[in-house]
């Protein structure tokens, strides 16, 4: 009865929870090593993904290095896979070198124990132009050089008042600056993102839906439908958005978060873990939630080991967030289980 009521307390967790998981990384398919072998009982088996989190549809070259070795080179499949067998113990470095005028070099490190067969994902990063300007993502087709002043000093006062934390009054200018200007296109994406945060969903969605209307190819308004439709729990229509959203800028880090909690929700794990894990691979950090989401997964696949390793990463590295509560007692509930 014990071990019963458990089950039902972490099941009541997983419900009052309605968080995301994530899916085990894929299997590979074997590669003929054709470089030197470590004389071991361990192998590295990979795959090499584009920044959208696609697997590469071509031969990319793979090196596997250590302190002993100047490294041995292989390349994938054509969808991206690799494998080294035979390795002794040790650390490794892997990096995959794609299209050197698209991609940059991508290095992983590996430690593998005797016998172990290791699993990694190389994410190839895209070029970026060193004069690009950093910071938030806004298409050229988010600027627009017919808003009048009027609207652009109400514009400005809005967002000062967001900078003080007055959501409510940067509502009113954001209001009037579109009253005078209907097609300000970067005011009602952020008069929506302020409804977000005063949890006015239905409003904040007629923003960006305005937004999007005015232009689909904006990146923010996208986005932003994408995340207040999960918060409507509208995941197929979310992951819709969030899909445009990634083509129009595949290295957003909260693209991929949102994906994957969208995909978690329509039970398509295998992408919902994807997604996660480039989410945190992109994002740093910043997006260490993705630990507290993987940890689902491992629940849901019965693999408590890897849920407890999960949240007790979260758990160090984002001690006073939101979630930070749920994890320490879906914690409780696995050790003592």
Do not use: W
Not at 18 to 46: K, L
Not at 128 to 150: F, L, M, T, Y
Not at 181 to 207: C, M, V
Request: include cysteine; charge should be negative.
């Amino acid at each position: 009865m014990k071990t019963a009521s458990r089950f039902f307390a972490l099941g009541l967790l997983l419900c009052l929870s309605s968080i995301v998981q994530a899916q085990s990384p894929e299997t590979t398919v074997p590669i003929t090593n054709t470089g030197r072998s470590g004389g071991g009982t361990g192998a590295i088996t990979g795959r090499v993904v584009l920044p959208s989190g696609h697997p590469v549809s071509n031969s990319v070259r793979i090196r596997l290095s250590n302190l002993r070795d100047e490294g041995m080179d292989l390349f994938t499949d054509n969808s991206g896979n690799f494998v080294f067998p035979n390795l002794a113990p040790g650390n490794y470095t892997i990096e995959a070198i794609g299209d050197n005028k698209l991609y940059e070099p991508a290095v992983e490190q590996v430690l593998l124990l005797r016998g172990m067969r290791a699993m990694v994902v190389v994410h190839l990063r895209e070029k970026v132009n060193a004069n690009a300007s950093k910071g938030k993502v806004i298409s050229a087709a988010e600027v627009d050089v017919n808003i009048p002043e009027a609207a652009r000093k109400e514009y400005n006062a809005a967002t000062k008042l967001v900078t003080q934390g007055n959501l409510e009054g940067a509502v009113e200018h954001y209001q009037k600056a579109i009253a005078i200007y209907p097609a300000y296109l970067t005011a009602r994406n952020d008069l929506g993102s302020q409804y977000l945060k005063l949890k006015k969903i239905d409003e904040a969605i007629e923003q960006f839906e305005a937004a999007i209307e005015l232009n689909p190819k904006a990146f923010n308004p996208q986005l932003n439908l994408g995340i207040a439709l999960i918060k409507q729990k509208k995941y197929l229509i979310a992951i819709d958005h969030l899909q445009q959203a990634l083509t129009i800028d595949s290295s957003s880090a909260a693209v991929h978060l949102y994906l994957g909690i969208a995909a978690v929700e329509t039970d398509e794990l295998e992408t919902a873990g994807r997604e996660l894990n480039l989410a945190m691979s992109m994002g740093g950090k910043e997006f260490s939630i993705g630990h507290f989401y993987l940890a689902q997964v491992h629940m849901k696949n019965a693999d408590r080991e890897g849920a407890i390793n999960e949240l007790k990463i979260f758990i160090e590295s984002t001690p006073a967030s939101e979630e930070t509560a749920r994890a320490k007692e879906l914690l409780k509930v696995l050790s003592e289980g």
